[in-house]
């Protein structure tokens, strides 16, 4: 049966009806209040979830010199304390807190942040949850930013000779350091490391391979005053293994890798023959610097960067990228925030990083916000023009000339202390300012870090002279301490920090134990002049693999200037059952018994000289001969390498 239409007046009575309930609705939706949205419902990690909101959305108004309101977020201390309006958290009751019901929008008049897109629902449940979990807040963190560093050198007085009679700068200026610091001179006195201890760590150190038994022995046998001098020398002018060693730090911070992204289709060079050479002949590092912004053919594969196969984010073009990797790596700023927006972190501005990535490229660059074009092309310039300006009309060549001699120019005392710091850091296990890459932060001692900066200066960027400074003062002497956690206030320097081995300074360790070397390289360095003998290949020219992986090697697609300390369970697994390791011990255990030892103690007895520097005590050497057993079969030899490899004092500089 057909369904009768009803009249248009009805209808159309309906359908306004109908029009005026969505209005009503709309309207009341306009103006109920907003509701406080749940409160997360995990544990808060203050460092991954808090603080990224707070930096990015609260910093500017109320940190450093701004305190919008009288509130304060640069410590903990600072958000208690409250505004000018009193409290504006209540710990354990969010629901009460100020905060929360401005960054909710209970109050239209009163929203935060004031500037810039609102907090989500998501963002304001993590707030929430941390604030009714008590506010917890990482041990010494702040974001208040230290002043920035003088640009320019600046060149202490050294104090008089030390009590102890050490001469070394290094000493005389840590003298007041230790005294305003209460270490007393006895618990200085005795704190130094034993011969054993002292080569292998500098031998680690600085070429990156364990000291033969023979070469320990003799210097545990001489008694002359300088022997520890005299091994400083002589390490380090070994160019051969010197090169080989720092080229992994180099590889690292250059960016430089034998295969990867962009070596397909040739968008990506190598600098591996130039960086070898450069290090043998210890190339003044202002040359060094200024042959890779400034580049030859053979070194311009670091500002050239890395060319993406496919669409990338603006603030990853090869320019941009340029300009990145030389702010961090040569003058410890980070650029990488404020190359997508003024940057939350730093008083570096999206302008900025254009202005430096301009002198880079060849063609004008539009300035991206958030990887958005704004139609806007910031003026090309350096960060620093007071060191030199930039000529914008000249062509891109003589403008990286320009910028090579500005930033290297002995009048940049930011250039100087940058590397200095990256060498302490390397030698001692901490940077004398941390992070490494953030040089604005307050040096433990900041008349050492002028003083080997200036030092450096005068001895036209020596750098083997800074490192034989620091190897030779009573501060790198000393036994070392802790482990490198993450850069805490209140540093007390007592000695060098317990490193672990880099992964190229662990894989040479078993080789050099085992006798079994790579047969092939990913890279040949060429020696410039005839050896003797060849030295054998070591894991600095070899491709990465599983095992150098797990151990810190990177993929070097971004810059590093310097590596965790602290293991994984990925390398334990990979150390456990990889099969890398595995072949190796096999491989050794097998070299070592062609050798016809005379009894397991003889081959116990070698194999502990070459791992550790040192002879098995009675009670290890009973262990290991019980272990072996007499008969010698391979098995027991290879579990025995397997097991001294996994020794913390095997894998430890301390």
């Given at each position: 049966?057909?369904?009768?239409?009803?009249?248009?007046?009805?209808?159309?009575?309906?359908?306004?009806?109908?029009?005026?309930?969505?209005?009503?609705?709309?309207?009341?939706?306009?103006?109920?209040?907003?509701?406080?949205?749940?409160?997360?419902?995990?544990?808060?990690?203050?460092?991954?979830?808090?603080?990224?909101?707070?930096?990015?959305?609260?910093?500017?108004?109320?940190?450093?010199?701004?305190?919008?309101?009288?509130?304060?977020?640069?410590?903990?201390?600072?958000?208690?304390?409250?505004?000018?309006?009193?409290?504006?958290?209540?710990?354990g009751k969010s629901e009460e807190s100020l905060l929360i019901r401005l960054v909710s929008g209970l109050d239209s008049d009163r929203v935060m942040p004031a500037k810039g897109p609102r907090l989500?629902?998501?963002?304001?449940?993590?707030?929430?949850?941390?604030?009714?979990?008590?506010?917890?807040?990482?041990?010494?963190?702040?974001?208040?930013?230290?002043?920035?560093?003088?640009?320019?050198?600046?060149?202490?007085?050294?104090?008089?000779?030390?009590?102890?009679?050490?001469?070394?700068?290094?000493?005389?200026?840590?003298?007041?350091?230790?005294?305003?610091?209460?270490?007393?001179?006895?618990?200085?006195?005795?704190?130094?490391?034993?011969?054993?201890?002292?080569?292998?760590?500098?031998?680690?150190?600085?070429?990156?391979?364990?000291?033969?038994?023979?070469?320990?022995?003799?210097?545990?046998?001489?008694?002359?005053?300088?022997?520890?001098?005299?091994?400083?020398?002589?390490?380090?002018?070994?160019?051969?293994?010197?090169?080989?060693?720092?080229?992994?730090?180099?590889?690292?911070?250059?960016?430089?890798?034998?295969?990867?992204?962009?070596?397909?289709?040739?968008?990506?060079?190598?600098?591996?023959?130039?960086?070898?050479?450069?290090?043998?002949?210890?190339?003044?590092?202002?040359?060094?610097?200024?042959?890779?912004?400034?580049?030859?053919?053979?070194?311009?594969?670091?500002?050239?960067?890395?060319?993406?196969?496919?669409?990338?984010?603006?603030?990853?073009?090869?320019?941009?990228?340029?300009?990145?990797?030389?702010?961090?790596?040569?003058?410890?700023?980070?650029?990488?925030?404020?190359?997508?927006?003024?940057?939350?972190?730093?008083?570096?501005?999206?302008?900025?990083?254009?202005?430096?990535?301009?002198?880079?490229?060849?063609?004008?660059?539009?300035?991206?916000?958030?990887?958005?074009?704004?139609?806007?092309?910031?003026?090309?310039?350096?960060?620093?023009?007071?060191?030199?300006?930039?000529?914008?009309?000249?062509?891109?060549?003589?403008?990286?000339?320009?910028?090579?001699?500005?930033?290297?120019?002995?009048?940049?005392?930011?250039?100087?202390?940058?590397?200095?710091?990256?060498?302490?850091?390397?030698?001692?296990?901490?940077?004398?300012?941390?992070?490494?890459?953030?040089?604005?932060?307050?040096?433990?001692?900041?008349?050492?870090?002028?003083?080997?900066?200036?030092?450096?200066?005068?001895?036209?960027?020596?750098?083997?002279?800074?490192?034989?400074?620091?190897?030779?003062?009573?501060?790198?002497?000393?036994?070392?301490?802790?482990?490198?956690?993450?850069?805490?206030?209140?540093?007390?320097?007592?000695?060098?920090?317990?490193?672990?081995?880099?992964?190229?300074?662990?894989?040479?360790?078993?080789?050099?134990?085992?006798?079994?070397?790579?047969?092939s390289a990913a890279f040949q360095s060429p020696r410039p002049t005839k050896a003797e003998k060849e030295n054998p290949i070591r894991a600095v020219f070899l491709n990465d693999d599983a095992l150098s992986r797990a151990l810190g090697r990177t993929d070097r697609e971004q810059?590093?200037?310097?590596?965790?300390?602290?293991?994984?369970?990925?390398?334990?697994?990979?150390?456990?059952?990889?099969?890398?390791?595995?072949?190796?011990?096999?491989?050794?255990?097998?070299?070592?018994?062609?050798?016809?030892?005379?009894?397991?103690?003889?081959?116990?007895?070698?194999?502990?000289?070459?791992?550790?520097?040192?002879?098995?005590?009675?009670?290890?050497?009973?262990?290991?001969?019980?272990?072996?057993?007499?008969?010698?079969?391979?098995?027991?030899?290879?579990?025995?390498?397997?097991?001294?490899?996994?020794?913390?004092?095997?894998?430890?500089?301390?």
């Amino acid at each position: 049966m057909r369904r009768h239409s009803r009249p248009a007046c009805v209808v159309l009575a309906a359908g306004l009806v109908s029009i005026a309930i969505a209005i009503c609705q709309l309207l009341a939706s306009e103006t109920s209040p907003p509701a406080i949205p749940p409160a997360a419902d995990h544990k808060i990690d203050f460092h991954k979830e808090v603080a990224p909101i707070l930096a990015s959305t609260c910093v500017k108004c109320h940190a450093n010199a701004k305190h919008e309101g009288g509130f304060s977020i640069e410590d903990r201390a600072a958000v208690l304390k409250g505004g000018d309006t009193g409290a504006t958290v209540v710990p354990g009751k969010s629901e009460e807190s100020l905060l929360i019901r401005l960054v909710s929008g209970l109050d239209s008049d009163r929203v935060m942040p004031a500037k810039g897109p609102r907090l989500t629902p998501d963002q304001i449940g993590v707030l929430r949850a941390w604030i009714d979990q008590g506010l917890p807040w990482e041990p010494g963190f702040t974001f208040h930013r230290a002043p920035a560093a003088p640009l320019h050198l600046r060149r202490p007085t050294l104090p008089p000779a030390a009590a102890n009679g050490s001469t070394n700068p290094i000493d005389l200026l840590l003298g007041p350091f230790f005294a305003s610091n209460h270490v007393s001179g006895v618990e200085l006195a005795g704190n130094i490391a034993g011969d054993r201890t002292f080569i292998r760590r500098v031998s680690l150190d600085l070429i990156g391979l364990l000291p033969e038994p023979e070469q320990v022995e003799k210097f545990v046998a001489d008694t002359s005053p300088d022997k520890r001098e005299r091994l400083v020398e002589r390490l380090l002018a070994d160019n051969e293994r010197y090169a080989e060693h720092w080229m992994t730090f180099w590889n690292d911070a250059l960016r430089n890798a034998y295969r990867g992204t962009g070596y397909i289709d040739g968008g990506r060079t190598q600098i591996s023959a130039w960086l070898y050479q450069s290090l043998y002949w210890n190339m003044p590092y202002d040359e060094f610097v200024r042959d890779l912004i400034d580049p030859k053919p053979e070194s311009a594969g670091f500002i050239r960067g890395v060319v993406w196969r496919g669409v990338v984010n603006a603030s990853q073009v090869p320019a941009m990228q340029a300009a990145q990797n030389v702010s961090q790596v040569f003058m410890g700023i980070n650029l990488k925030c404020a190359s997508c927006h003024d940057s939350f972190i730093n008083d570096w501005t999206l302008n900025d990083s254009y202005g430096l990535a301009g002198i880079f490229s060849d063609t004008p660059l539009e300035v991206h916000r958030c990887d958005k074009p704004t139609g806007k092309f910031a003026p090309m310039k350096f960060l620093y023009p007071e060191l030199g300006a930039i000529d914008a009309k000249a062509p891109r060549e003589k403008r990286l000339g320009q910028l090579a001699r500005a930033i290297t120019s002995p009048e940049d005392g930011r250039f100087a202390r940058t590397i200095v710091n990256h060498l302490w850091a390397q030698m001692l296990g901490r940077g004398l300012i941390e992070p490494v890459d953030d040089m604005d932060q307050g040096a433990w001692n900041a008349d050492l870090l002028d003083w080997l900066a200036a030092d450096l200066v005068d001895h036209h960027f020596d750098l083997k002279r800074t490192l034989k400074v620091i190897c030779t003062s009573r501060a790198y002497a000393m036994r070392s301490v802790g482990a490198r956690g993450p850069a805490e206030s209140g540093f007390v320097f007592r000695g060098p920090l317990v490193q672990r081995m880099t992964a190229e300074q662990f894989i040479d360790g078993v080789f050099s134990v085992t006798g079994v070397w790579p047969h092939s390289a990913a890279f040949q360095s060429p020696r410039p002049t005839k050896a003797e003998k060849e030295n054998p290949i070591r894991a600095v020219f070899l491709n990465d693999d599983a095992l150098s992986r797990a151990l810190g090697r990177t993929d070097r697609e971004q810059v590093l200037t310097h590596r965790d300390n602290l293991a994984t369970t990925l390398q334990t697994l990979e150390l456990t059952n990889g099969t890398t390791l595995d072949d190796l011990v096999k491989q050794g255990a097998r070299k070592w018994l062609d050798r016809k030892p005379k009894s397991a103690a003889v081959l116990i007895d070698e194999i502990y000289r070459r791992a550790l520097c040192r002879a098995p005590t009675k009670t290890e050497l009973a262990a290991a001969t019980g272990f072996i057993g007499s008969d010698l079969k391979p098995e027991p030899v290879e579990d025995f390498l397997w097991a001294m490899f996994m020794l913390p004092e095997f894998q430890l500089i301390h």
